[in-house]
């Protein structure tokens, strides 16, 4: 299927593995430039690399710092100019226990998986609104649908990000522009690999029989992006195997 989507502008948040990264080479594959964005500027580098071997043509800018930082956020929605896609990500907050976290850590929890995507958004959503065509994707998490007790941090900020975006809908859908949420449940990624309290929570998905392929959601991050999803709007989309034990 020709997603429509060649040439298009997309900024992909925290890209340089994992989630990100799927997203940034699905949608390059398509033929979208795409300004990826990590704080460590080597493996930047290196996706920014395989993303050009990959899919010959586009262009690929490198943000490296962290999405919490206004410039780096500003060098982002400025990299084409015009961006149609945003993909709004971030590393998720630590596990710990809600009695350790004083007002600083949830600071930083609100500040990276909140207004990071919020303030990207208010840059670049009224651009894709006045030329008829954007689609904003938030990665988000499963624990939006079921809160996962030791990442109390990121059941809170997702959830707040959920229904933040949720409002924005009715003013942006009839002008072209999609706003949808991705809900991973266990990826194979750095994010569970690196955490074993995480681990612990997220691989038991005796359902799927095995974890997901980061490469299944880079490919529904694209087609949320492609000009046949112009209908699917205000949505949470989640990609846990069939994990989730409800129809609704
Ligand atoms: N994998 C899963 O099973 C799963 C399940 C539910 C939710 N999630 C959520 O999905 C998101 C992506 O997770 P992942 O599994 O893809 O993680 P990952 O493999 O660890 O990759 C995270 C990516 O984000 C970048 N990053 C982290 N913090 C950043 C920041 N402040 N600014 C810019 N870039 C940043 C990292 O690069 P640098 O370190 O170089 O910045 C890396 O490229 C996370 O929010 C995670 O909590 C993942």
């Not at 994992?18 to 979208?32: D, K, Q, S, T, W």
């Not at 004083?102 to 919020?118: G, K, M």
């Not at 809908?169 to 809900?183: D, F, W």
């Not at 046949?228 to 846990?240: C, E, F, S, T, V």
Request: proline share 5%; hydrophobic share 45%.
């Amino acid at each position: 299927m020709d997603l429509g989507i060649k040439g298009r502008k997309a900024i992909v948040c925290a890209a340089s593995h994992g989630l990100g990264r799927a997203c940034a080479m699905a949608l390059a594959r398509e033929g979208v430039d795409v300004a990826i964005n990590g704080r460590d500027p080597e493996a930047l580098a290196r996706t920014a690399a395989e993303i050009r071997a990959e899919a010959a043509g586009v262009a690929v800018h490198e943000v490296a710092g962290s999405i919490v930082d206004q410039p780096v956020r500003e060098a982002l929605a400025a990299a084409f100019g015009e961006p149609d896609i945003l993909v709004n990500n971030a590393g998720g907050p630590p596990p710990g226990d809600y009695r350790d976290w004083d007002r600083d850590t949830w600071i930083a929890a609100v500040d990276q998986n909140l207004l990071s995507a919020v303030e990207l958004i208010r840059m670049t959503a009224d651009g894709m609104a006045a030329r008829g065509f954007g689609r904003i994707v938030n990665i988000t998490s499963s624990a939006v649908r079921v809160p996962i007790p030791v990442i109390g941090l990121s059941n809170a900020t997702r959830a707040g990000l959920t229904n933040f975006v949720f409002g924005l809908v009715p003013q942006y859908s009839s002008r072209g522009v999609t706003i949808n949420n991705l809900l991973p449940g266990p990826f194979d990624t750095n994010r569970l690999r690196h955490s074993k309290e995480i681990t612990r929570h997220l691989t038991g998905n005796a359902v799927a029989g095995r974890i997901g392929d980061p490469a299944e959601m880079g490919a529904t991050c694209a087609f949320l992006c492609s000009v046949h999803a112009g209908y699917i709007n205000g949505q949470n989309i989640l990609m846990d195997g069939g994990l989730y034990p409800g129809a609704f």
